[in-house]
């Protein structure tokens, strides 16, 4: 069973800074591009930031020079470094593994960052 593990949300000021974890465990298809997508009350789900296999890095202008995403292939792990958080980067926030094969992705169940003014 293909299970997206996510650590690192939670509560703070603004100006802050949180690192969140997701490792991806348990899939049978390589693991290609992974990511951050966050969700905030009354949006639609967006992407943060991703990362291919091969360090190829995309992120939302919104996000650009404050968040960092990194990974380690051998663990199948992704990682947000996010910096200098504003209130309007409250939102849970979503892992997605997309596999080599097309169509097959995955997502974890989210973890809720807040922050606060």
């Known amino acids: 069973q293909v299970q997206l593990v996510e650590s690192g949300g939670g509560l703070v000021q603004a100006g802050g800074s949180l690192r969140l974890s997701c490792a991806c465990s348990?899939?049978?298809?390589?693991?290609?591009?992974m990511g951050w997508y966050r969700q905030a009350p009354g949006k639609q789900r967006e992407l943060v930031a991703a990362?291919?296999?091969?360090?190829?890095?995309n992120y939302a202008d919104s996000v650009k020079g404050r968040f960092t995403i990194s990974r380690d292939n051998a663990k199948n792990t992704v990682y947000l470094q996010m910096n200098t958080l504003k209130p309007e980067d409250t939102a849970d926030y979503y892992c997605?593994?997309?596999?080599?094969?097309?169509?097959?992705?995955?997502w974890g169940k989210g973890t809720l960052v807040t922050v606060s003014s």
């Open positions: 990362i291919t296999r091969g360090g190829s890095t």
């Open positions: 997605n593994a997309e596999t080599t094969l097309p169509g097959i992705r995955y």
């Open positions: 348990g899939s049978r298809i390589s693991i290609n591009s």
